[in-house]
């Protein structure tokens, strides 16, 4: 599985953006895909993941009722919707994929950049 993220770019704080994050290869229903992101000097964090066959979702704390995933299966994506942005919200943003609940992501995207003026 390969993955591609975009939609990253400059926003202002209060602002949205829609990361997008492309599949190729075949995804099967066991699959789970997540953000990540990784801010200079900072670890990296998850932030959001689906179930690619149920669609269950799960959120950090970080970014719960401000972030949404989401994904269209017709065309292999997963969505990231942000919205009310923040500076500290600045960092480099991931796309990845794992094969079942209980593996590791082992697919990663190359990252997209979100920074976030105050």
């Known amino acids: 599985v390969q993955l591609q993220a975009s939609g990253g770019g400059l926003v202002q704080a209060g602002g949205s953006l829609r990361l997008s994050c492309a599949a190729s290869?075949?995804?099967?229903?066991?699959?789970?895909m997540a953000w990540f992101r990784q801010a200079p000097g900072k670890g990296r964090e998850k932030l959001a993941a689906?179930?690619?066959?149920?669609?269950?979702?799960s959120y950090a704390d970080s970014v719960k009722g401000r972030f949404t995933i989401s994904r269209l299966n017709a065309k292999n994506t997963v969505y990231l919707q942000m919205n009310s942005l923040k500076p500290e919200d600045t960092a480099v943003y991931y796309c990845?994929?794992?094969?079942?609940?209980?593996?590791?992501?082992?697919?990663w995207g190359q990252g997209t950049q979100v920074t976030v003026s105050s």
């Open positions: 290869g075949r995804i099967f229903s066991t699959y789970f």
């Open positions: 689906i179930s690619w066959g149920e669609s269950t979702t």
């Open positions: 990845a994929a794992k094969i079942s609940r209980w593996a590791d992501f082992d697919f």
